[in-house]
Each structure stands twice: as structure tokens, then as C-alpha cells.
């Protein structure tokens, strides 16, 4: 891809500029060579659609520090463009940048739920919740056409699968609640929906594609309303950004009928840590020395943490501050802080397949 390095702000885009992958042998730089005398304006860049040839479709996961052990991302990439997202640097193994490739290169996997079944028919599965929205959002825009989440629930239904979504979206959301509902009834599901901020400026250039906050409420009101358990993640906390919003979230997601909460304090893994610093130097210029101080404070003197137990909780002071007003603001709104809420997995029944004989019940 072209590099895109003059570190300004585009509509509807986080990252300010789109470095070079780590695994790339290759570095071009921007030369100012004498012949353009005027400064150019950056032209938008559009989202493009890459088919994801993928074999397999469920990653397992044995982290000591994640809930989960299953997970399926329909996407790679994600439109959301949120600045301080974790999965950027997973664009490297496509050789794409984790700035603005990360955000318009999006690759998708139409053969998803196929791959699904396939694998949920497997002698050897043995269920447990599939996590979905563990590293990209499944809700993105780009869902709204290609529908491959939708085609993972109604599987899901029909095999009777457990499932936990994470999403900031909203919309669809709402255009699922069936599917979400029914699997809900069966105790089947659970939704979680990150909120990271109230203030909409800041959304727009935080996580500029995303759902609005107030629209992320109304879709958490919907699901409870449903039967739906809800769940609401403050995360990434980000010092002097949005910390003072902590209790003020988790009353409006409580409101909204959240019943638990979590939060994470912001992660800067890989190129996430540069990309981050010039968005501030771009957005927040007479914040972001003290914003950094305060990111090094919870990680060990260094912009990330990447141990088993820390790098979800950090360390130091400030960490211990955010622990405690979050623990207390729980305990105020009656949020459950506890182990998930439990699923079904004694229900899980591959249905026959055409031709197969069905079972008979005495």
C-alpha cells in the first residue's frame, strides 16, 4: 500500500497517518523535493472489500488473562477506525498498515458460516461460548450489506450454540434483536456493548465510525427490554481523555439496563503506541505529554505492558484509583463485577443433516 504519513485528521478516520507494518522489508518516507509549492490536501480514501479465504473460522485462545477460550471474527479490520484499538498491528500479516489500512482494507470471510457448521459437526467439538467481536467488531458498518454475522447467529440457533457478542454498534443490533432474543430465551446469549465515552466530539474523533453513544443506550434498552443480558464495557479508560467519565457511563448504561460491567485501562501494543501519540499531538496537543505520563504510570514506566494479569488491570497508583471508584461506582448502581453471566451449553444439538435419520424419543 501507499504510504500516507502527513499526520492530519481525515473525516470519518482515527489514525492521522499509515506507517508501514512491522514485517514489511520496505520504509518510503514523504521528501519535500522543491516541486510543490503549495501543501495538498489528503485525498479520502475509501473502504475497500477483500474476500478472506479462510479454512477454519474458530480461533482458540488459552490466554490466563481473557475469559474466553473460543472466538470467531467475521471481519478483519474494522471501519470504527477507534484510535487505540488493540487488533491494528494484526493487519502486519496481511503486510497493510496498522494506521489507515487497519480502517479501509477490509477483508471478510463469506464462507463463514459454512466453515461454522463444518466445524460444529466435528466429532471432537466440544462446546463452550464463542466469543463474537473478540478482536474486530462484528457490527461494523460493512455487516449492514453482507449480513455474515447474522448468518453465524442463525446458525448458532439452529445448533444451539452459545454465544457472547461485543459490538459498539447499534443499529444492527436492533436489526437482529430476533435472533438475539431467541437464542437469549434459551439462555444462549449475552451482549455486551462498549461505551467509551458520552461526549459525541469526542467520539467522532475517537472512534469515528462507530455508533453514537446515545444511540448505544438506546440499542442496550432495546435488548434488556428483549430479555437480552446486557453488559457494558468502559474501555479502554484513557487518563486525562475520558477517566472523569467512569461513574457517569455506568449510571447511563445502568439506566439503559445493564446489569454488569467492566472496564480495561487503555493498551498501546506494537504500533498502536505511535499511532496513539499522533492523534494526540493531532487532536489533544496541550494534553498529550501528561496523557502519556499517565499511561507509563500504569505500565511500568513504559507506553505498554504486555504481561499475563497486568496488561488488563495496569499497575501503580492511578490503576488503583480507577479500581476503586469503579469498584464503588458498581456497588452504588447494583452492577455485577463478578464472573460473566452464565450460558447454556447443555443445549448444544447439531440438527440432522438431509438424509440423515433422525433420533427417537421414549
Same mark, same amino acid.
Given at each position: 500500500m501507499a504510504v500516507q504519513d502527513h499526520r492530519q485528521a481525515q473525516k470519518g478516520r482515527g489514525a492521522v497517518s499509515n506507517p508501514e507494518g512491522r514485517f514489511e522489508t520496505q520504509q518510503c518516507e514523504p521528501v519535500d523535493d522543491g516541486w510543490l509549492t503549495q501543501a495538498q490536501e489528503t485525498p479520502r480514501l475509501p473502504t475497500r472489500l477483500h474476500v478472506d479465504a479462510a479454512r477454519s473460522i474458530i480461533a482458540r485462545n488459552d490466554s490466563p488473562d481473557i475469559a474466553f477460550t473460543q472466538s470467531i471474527n467475521p471481519y478483519r479490520g474494522c471501519e470504527? /477506525?477507534?484510535?487505540?484499538?488493540?487488533?491494528?498491528?494484526?493487519?502486519?500479516?496481511?503486510?497493510?498498515?496498522?494506521?489507515?489500512? =487497519?480502517?479501509?482494507?477490509? =477483508?471478510?470471510?463469506?464462507?463463514?458460516?459454512?466453515? %461454522?457448521?463444518?466445524?460444529?459437526?466435528?466429532?471432537?467439538?466440544?462446546c463452550a461460548p464463542i466469543e463474537l467481536g473478540s478482536n474486530t467488531d462484528p457490527y461494523q458498518p460493512v455487516e449492514r450489506? %453482507?449480513?455474515?454475522?447474522?448468518?453465524?447467529?442463525?446458525?448458532?440457533?439452529?445448533?444451539?450454540?452459545?454465544?457472547?457478542? !461485543? !459490538?459498539? /454498534?447499534?443499529?444492527?443490533?436492533?436489526?437482529? %434483536?430476533?435472533?438475539?432474543?431467541?437464542?437469549?430465551?434459551q439462555r444462549l446469549l449475552s451482549v455486551a456493548v462498549s461505551i467509551t465515552t458520552l461526549d459525541a466530539q469526542l467520539k467522532r474523533t475517537l472512534e469515528p465510525r462507530a455508533a453514537s453513544p446515545q444511540a448505544r443506550l438506546r440499542a442496550m434498552r432495546l435488548l434488556h427490554e428483549a430479555g437480552v443480558p446486557v453488559m457494558v464495557?468502559?474501555?479502554?479508560?484513557?487518563? =486525562?481523555?475520558?477517566?472523569?467519565?467512569?461513574?457517569?457511563?455506568?449510571?447511563?448504561?445502568?439506566?439503559? /439496563?445493564? *446489569?454488569?460491567?467492566?472496564?480495561?485501562?487503555?493498551?498501546?501494543?506494537?504500533?498502536?503506541?505511535?499511532?496513539?501519540? *499522533?492523534?494526540?499531538?493531532?487532536?489533544?496537543?496541550?494534553?498529550?505529554?501528561?496523557?502519556?505520563?499517565?499511561?507509563? *504510570?500504569?505500565? /511500568?514506566?513504559?507506553?505498554?505492558?504486555?504481561?499475563?494479569?497486568?496488561?488488563?488491570?495496569?499497575?501503580?497508583?492511578?490503576a488503583e484509583v480507577l479500581?476503586?471508584? =469503579?469498584?464503588?461506582?458498581?456497588?452504588?448502581?447494583?452492577?455485577?463485577?463478578?464472573?460473566?453471566?452464565? %450460558?447454556?451449553?447443555?443445549?448444544?444439538?447439531?440438527?440432522?443433516?438431509?438424509?440423515e435419520q433422525m433420533g427417537l424419543d421414549f
Open positions: 470504527h /477506525g477507534c484510535i487505540y484499538c488493540y487488533a491494528r498491528p494484526s493487519h502486519g500479516y496481511l503486510n497493510l498498515s496498522a494506521g489507515l489500512d =487497519f480502517e479501509t482494507e477490509l =477483508f471478510y470471510k463469506p464462507q463463514a458460516a459454512a466453515l %461454522l457448521e463444518a466445524e460444529l459437526r466435528k466429532s471432537s467439538y466440544r450489506e %453482507l449480513g455474515i454475522t447474522r448468518s453465524l447467529l442463525e446458525l448458532m440457533l439452529r445448533f444451539r450454540q452459545p454465544a457472547r457478542v !461485543t !459490538t459498539k /454498534g447499534a443499529a444492527l443490533l436492533a436489526r437482529d %434483536l430476533d435472533l438475539l432474543a431467541a437464542l437469549a430465551r464495557n468502559f474501555s479502554p479508560v484513557i487518563p =486525562f481523555v475520558n477517566d472523569a467519565e467512569m461513574e457517569a457511563v455506568l449510571e447511563a448504561a445502568r439506566q439503559a /439496563g445493564a *446489569q454488569q460491567a467492566s472496564y480495561i485501562p487503555l493498551r498501546l501494543p506494537y504500533e498502536v503506541k505511535d499511532l496513539f501519540r *499522533q492523534w494526540l499531538d493531532v487532536h489533544l496537543p496541550q494534553k498529550a505529554a501528561h496523557v502519556m505520563s499517565l499511561v507509563q *504510570q500504569m505500565r /511500568g514506566g513504559r507506553d505498554n505492558d504486555p504481561r499475563f494479569g497486568s496488561r488488563m488491570r495496569g499497575e501503580g497508583e492511578y479500581r476503586q471508584r =469503579f469498584a464503588l461506582a458498581c456497588r452504588r448502581l447494583g452492577l455485577d463485577t463478578g464472573a460473566r453471566i452464565s %450460558l447454556d451449553c447443555s443445549r448444544f444439538a447439531p440438527p440432522p443433516q438431509s438424509g
